[in-house]
């Protein structure tokens, strides 16, 4: 079984730090996506494919189980210049994946709704 993780940063290199960290605890690249609302590209498409930004992010997020309130933020905070960094695990990693994504402050976008 997977697991899917998100986080927003207040800054792109902060959500590439977390990737590379990702990575470095064997989550495959193609697992991991960081998008930077900053550049409005991604460096690293990975597990979002095409879905950069807007409606079609949201449909891959719901997608993923992701509840579409909560996925229109994430689309919403890259568009006001946030990293945005998503990663799907195995269970077995999930808590680790987790606490490596926390290592950067997230932004908390339930308090801006």
Do not use: C, W
């Not at 792109?12 to 605890?25: E, I, K, P």
């Not at 689309?75 to 799907?88: I, M, S």
């Amino acid at each position: 079984m997977t697991k899917i993780l998100v986080a927003l940063y207040e800054q792109a290199d902060q959500a590439q730090q977390t990737a590379q960290q990702l990575a470095n605890l064997g989550i495959a690249r193609q697992e991991i996506s960081v998008l930077s609302g900053q550049s409005g590209s991604s460096s690293s498409a990975g597990l979002l494919g095409d879905s950069q930004s807007g409606a079609q992010l949201v449909r891959k997020l719901a997608e993923f189980g992701i509840p579409r309130d909560q996925a229109e933020l994430y689309a919403q905070g890259l568009e006001h210049g946030l990293g945005f960094v998503v990663a799907r695990v195995e269970n077995d990693r999930a808590e680790a994946a987790g606490q490596v994504m926390e290592r950067q402050p997230v932004v908390d976008i339930e308090a801006g709704a």
